[in-house]
């Protein structure tokens, strides 16, 4: 074999070895979900928290490892599920939805030579680049916001798309690794609004500051993305964490997306809002967390139970399409 063929083999076997263990290895990515620290500071902020709340004392400490760290959750079949569904999930997309998304950047750099065909280049920036870096911070992050809050809302309007964001309403129990419980499509819309969203105002702000501009960052992330990805794992994870009745109007806490999660009536459909929650104010979807609720979690519809297999979690939302547009049936449910 020659050494060029060695080398090439080498490298295509030390890709498949890299693909095939990303899933373990999420922990010690800064732009994870997972990353440790994220994952410390969510820990840190729940027990902190649940002690506040439940008394000061040791059988507070007693409590949250009951309810949070026990075999009742994180051995549930629906965590199992997640567990198992976020392996599969974290080697295919790469494989299948990455190479289909248009990234933000690509839509800006359209957005940036339209802007120059039309008005011409910019010869200088329009503001200071302080200024400029400071106001392209808050507006990228509004984009980005506000693209999460759109996409999710579509998928919960459009009846074929709610098929698909079914599987992530099928969990029973909230984990951090329930936030990876999300179907291909799904996966797929999530990251074109946003992207295009954001596409859009990083696209002008290059034009307008000459192309010498970037955000804000903390650690090598945008800096209101690394604030909010700190407390983000405890969106689900069925502690409940409030940010009392002024924040609540504003800011999307766990305890508004817990309660998205609910299969109660009152809440179905609410708080689709991820940091902010003015855009479900504006929408009229915004359900303000008062005292801690008690509610289960799921569909609601019968089928609770019944999704937490991977092949289901993959397949049913195509055949739930199908049987929208007139064609196949409903699959059946087998029993829990």
């Given amino acids: 074999m020659s050494s060029d063929l060695l080398r090439q083999v080498e490298h295509g076997a030390a890709q498949i070895l890299a693909w095939l263990i990303d899933p373990f290895v999420q922990f010690l990515f800064r732009d994870s979900l997972l990353w440790w620290p994220f994952l410390l500071s969510a820990f840190a902020v729940a027990l902190a928290g649940f002690w506040a709340t439940h008394g000061r004392d040791a059988a507070a400490f007693v409590e949250f490892r009951r309810r949070f760290l026990g075999r009742a959750l994180w051995a549930h079949r629906s965590a199992q599920a997640d567990y198992a569904y976020y392996i599969v999930n974290t080697l295919i997309y790469p494989l299948i939805v990455a190479p289909l998304v248009i990234s933000s950047a690509a839509f800006a750099r359209l957005i940036e030579s339209g802007l120059a065909r039309l008005a011409g280049p910019m010869g200088a920036p329009l503001l200071g680049i302080g200024w400029t870096r400071a106001l392209y911070t808050v507006l990228f992050y509004l984009a980005y916001d506000w693209g999460r809050f759109a996409a999710h809302s579509l998928l919960h309007e459009a009846p074929l798309l709610w098929q698909f964001h079914k599987v992530h309403h099928s969990a029973e129990v909230l984990t951090p690794i329930t936030s990876f419980r999300t179907h291909p499509v799904e996966l797929f819309v999530m990251a074109v609004i946003p992207n295009a969203a954001t596409g ?4 002008i ?6 192309g010498e501009v970037g955000f804000y960052t903390f650690l090598g992330l945008h800096v209101v993305m690394a604030a909010t990805g700190a ?17 609540n109007r504003w800011l999307i806490s766990p305890a508004h997306h817990q309660i998205h999660h609910s299969r109660e009536l009152r809440h179905f459909g609410m708080n689709r809002g991820f940091e902010l929650a003015i855009w479900d104010r504006l929408a009229g979807t915004l359900y303000v967390p008062g005292a801690e609720e008690k509610f289960a979690m799921g569909l609601g519809d ?31 449910l087998p029993e829990r």
């Avoid at 702000?205 to 000459?210: E, G, I, K, M």
């Avoid at 405890?234 to 940010?243: A, D, G, K, P, Y």
């Fill in 200 to 203: 859009l105002v990083s696209g």
């Fill in 205 to 210: 702000v290059w034009y307008l500051s000459a």
């Fill in 231 to 247: 407390i983000g794992n405890l969106r689900h994870w069925q502690v409940w964490i409030s940010f009392g009745p002024v924040l």
């Fill in 302 to 332: 019968g089928s609770d139970g019944a999704w937490h297999r991977v092949a289901r979690l993959y397949a049913w939302p195509f055949r739930y399409a199908l049987e929208l547009l007139g064609v196949g049936s409903k699959p059946a």
